[in-house]
């Protein structure tokens, strides 16, 4: 994704194909598409790229943000807080797509979004209809559902809603995708000017810097967690289980404590609380929770939050497992801390050392992991907890040298070696390699890897994390059978050595 990409957030009422538009242009499912309408409720992000009109080849970078339905009737009562999120999206982005539905043409909902957009500083800003002022925020109306010619006709009222000549895609078949392309291209360089007049400087792609997925069940706190790393409302929050409901992914940038340091960048991925499968209640959650797991594969860092206040769950320990599978870094953020109830002399019922014994049984394999202990609503230990993440993708991108691991190797293989098997044969251990990072990924070529068993195995693990820098991090150990050293192994080898 280049440099500088074009901000377009997507807009219209519910049910008029936003998410599918997103899912288009991005060129794979980004946002849940559901008939159920009110599905999207905060602003979703992600990168597009569509070619330059110049044939070269080169490719226009986009961020695309998509968002509510405005006028939303949602069964969880939050139809204010996503308006909010709406009114945030057009605040921030440099260009609209407004969404209108082909077959239905304009109904009164779309009328009272295209005055949104007005008073936002879009499109005509009081101009005549048809006839766009060009010192406001560019607007594409795009109407959707146009899967055969003859449905356009409705769309052509969109001409009354002053924001220009609507383009007719489909954005399920892709429809006119290229007409579309055009009119993006056209708004880009409109809104890079305006850009560019008002001296704002160029924006980081989507997605840079260190990800973190935040994850956990239900109600553990990672939209709070999230929106105070934020420091603002950036996703919505409700004592409602299952608000959120997509992966979203949320720049943040962070003042450093010392003023004279740079501030901390990153990408936290606010996911849907996980629940037992057979606990999921329809299409929508299944595909929350499946996106949820698959953020733990896309991070660097996994963030798992636990709930201080509630025993350590089922739900915890198959994310528990989720992270181990992957071999992400993770850091245990304990939160609600601040809720852990007092006896009669003021002392907490648990303190942090016997809650850490504690995890250490509930969560088995995640024992070399770090532990903070946080309230996100007062906003407390989240400078510790971006310390830590930042820490732990330190050491998982570390590379020893070829050298230092045999000499490390050896050194341990002498202290203590493996047995002989029953037909009396003896270990040999060859050489080790570092063929890869994130994970710290070792590899020891050895004569018989059936010698080098689980025990041992582990005898290495915790000789490791003694004495290479990969103490908390989840590292992959590969033994290799091998019959000899070839001579080129064997100089590369003393090579190494010096």
Not at 94 to 99: H, K, Y
Not at 332 to 360: C, F, H, P, S
Not at 430 to 455: R, S
Request: hydrophobic fraction near 40%; glycine fraction near 10%; include cysteine.
């Amino acid at each position: 994704m280049g440099a500088d990409p074009i901000r377009f957030a997507i807009v219209g009422r519910p049910n008029v194909g936003k998410s599918s538009l997103m899912n288009m242009l991005a060129g794979r499912r980004v946002s849940i598409v559901d008939p159920t309408a009110g599905v999207t409720r905060d602003r979703l992000s992600t990168g597009a790229q569509i070619p330059l009109e110049d044939g070269s080849g080169g490719m226009l970078s986009l961020e695309i943000v998509d968002t509510g339905g405005y006028g939303i009737v949602d069964r969880d009562d939050l139809a204010g807080e996503v308006e909010r999120q709406i009114a945030e999206g057009l605040g921030e982005c440099d260009a609209v797509l407004f969404v209108i539905d082909a077959v239905d043409g304009v109904t009164p909902l779309d009328e009272r979004a295209a005055k949104v957009l007005r008073e936002s500083g879009a499109g005509s800003g009081g101009g005549k209809p048809g006839q766009p002022n060009r010192s406001a925020k560019p607007v594409v109306v795009v109407a959707n559902k146009m899967d055969a010619p003859t449905q356009a006709t409705e769309g052509w009222e969109a001409m009354k809603l002053g924001f220009g000549e609507p383009v007719f895609v489909s954005a399920t078949t892709r429809h006119n995708r290229h007409e579309l392309e055009a009119r993006l291209r056209e708004a880009a360089k409109e809104a890079r000017k305006q850009r560019t007049d008002a001296g704002m400087g160029p924006r980081d792609p989507l997605g840079s810097g260190l990800k973190l997925a935040l994850v956990g069940k239900r109600n553990a706190g990672k939209s709070t967690l999230l929106n105070a790393l934020a420091g603002q409302q950036r996703v919505i929050v409700s004592e409602k289980a299952g608000t959120t409901r997509d992966s979203i992914d949320v720049e943040v940038t962070m003042k450093a404590v010392d003023p004279a340091e740079p501030p901390v960048a990153f990408t936290a991925i606010d996911t849907a609380g996980v629940r037992k499968t057979k606990s999921l209640g329809d299409s929508i959650e299944f595909y929350s929770q499946h996106r949820s797991l698959r953020s733990v594969r896309r991070a660097d860092v996994v963030l798992l939050l636990l709930d201080a206040t509630v025993p350590v769950s089922q739900v915890d320990q198959i994310l528990s497992q989720e992270v181990q599978k992957h071999y992400k870094p993770c850091v245990i953020v304990v939160n609600k801390w601040d809720l852990i109830g007092r006896d009669k002399e003021g002392n907490r019922v648990m303190d942090q050392e016997a809650y850490v014994t504690y995890l250490e049984d509930a969560l088995r394999g995640l024992d070399f992991a770090p532990i903070v202990f946080i309230s996100a609503k007062n906003g407390t230990g989240l400078r510790d907890v971006v310390a830590l993440a930042h820490n732990l993708h330190e050491q998982s991108s570390h590379r020893v040298g070829t050298g230092e691991l045999n000499r490390f190797f050896e050194a341990v293989y002498q202290r203590r070696g493996p047995g002989t098997n029953r037909a009396g044969k003896q270990p040999r251990l060859f050489y080790a390699t570092m063929p890869a990072t994130n994970p710290p990924t070792l590899a020891l070529f050895v004569n018989d890897p059936e010698l080098f068993d689980h025990n041992y195995q582990r005898y290495l693990m915790n000789n490791i994390r003694e004495e290479l820098p990969f103490s908390e991090v989840p590292i992959k150990l590969l033994i290799r059978g091998k019959t000899k050293m070839s001579a080129e192994e064997r100089l590369a080898a003393k090579l190494d050595e010096r």
